[in-house]
Structures are given as C-alpha cells and as structure tokens.
C-alpha cells in the first residue's frame, strides 16, 4: 500500500524558516517525479515546486523561486521542501505528491498525496 507521509509544518513569523519532508513507503520512489503544492482556506491547490526522479532537474512556482528549495533522497524515500524568507502568504496546508508525468505542476497529473502539514506564518 502506498502511503506518503509529510512532517515538518508549523507555526513560524515572517522572515523564518522550515524544512518539510515527505517520506514514502509502498512505492519504487525513484520511479517517480515528486512535488510539492499547497492549498489555503479557500483556494485551489496550486503548485508550489517539483523535482525529477533523479533530482537532476527542478522546477518552482514564481513566487517562491530563491526562497525554497526542492531535493530528494532516493535512498531514504525522502523529499524535502526547505523554505526560507517566509511570508504570510506563504501560510497553507502542504502537500506531496508522486507523478509518473515528467515534472508535472499540475494537481490531476499526481497519482498519490500525502495527508498534508500546515504551515501557518505570522506577520
């Protein structure tokens, strides 16, 4: 049974940081691209970052783009999502996700998702 489980969420204030990570278990990881989206209270998920299956190649949403960054350890089944200089808008559940689509950023391309982590971020 696949399964994906996300940690590292939290409460921090603007300007701080987190590192998230994403462990799957059920799965061959290394078959699959690995993304990271978000979704706040009242919006759609939206794409926030993903990396390749070899972590050779990484793609980001504009607005985090030199404030997060995307890796993966295939040996450990491990994806990170580390975040700095964050912002209130910043402020969503996290999810992760797996896709046998190559560096797929849209949400119907992921073929299975983590329970998510909320990331809160005060002003």
């Known amino acids: 049974q696949v399964a994906l489980v996300e940690s590292g969420g939290g409460l921090v204030q603007a300007g701080g940081s987190l590192r998230l990570s994403c462990a799957a278990s059920?799965?061959?990881?290394?078959?699959?691209?690995m993304g990271w989206f978000r979704q706040a209270p009242g919006k759609e998920r939206e794409f926030v970052a993903v990396?390749?299956?070899?972590?050779?190649?990484?793609q980001y949403k504009d607005s985090v783009k030199g404030r997060f960054t995307i890796s993966r350890d295939n040996a450990k089944n491990t994806a990170f999502l580390q975040m700095n200089s964050l912002e209130p808008e910043d402020t969503a559940v996290y999810y992760c996700?797996?896709?046998?689509?190559?560096?797929?950023?849209?949400?119907?391309?992921?073929?299975?998702w983590g329970q998510g982590t909320q990331v809160t971020v005060s002003s």
């Open positions: 996700g797996v896709s046998l689509v190559l560096m797929a950023t849209q949400h119907y391309d992921y073929r299975y």
């Open positions: 059920g799965l061959i990881f290394s078959a699959y691209g």
């Open positions: 990396i390749s299956r070899g972590g050779g190649a990484t």
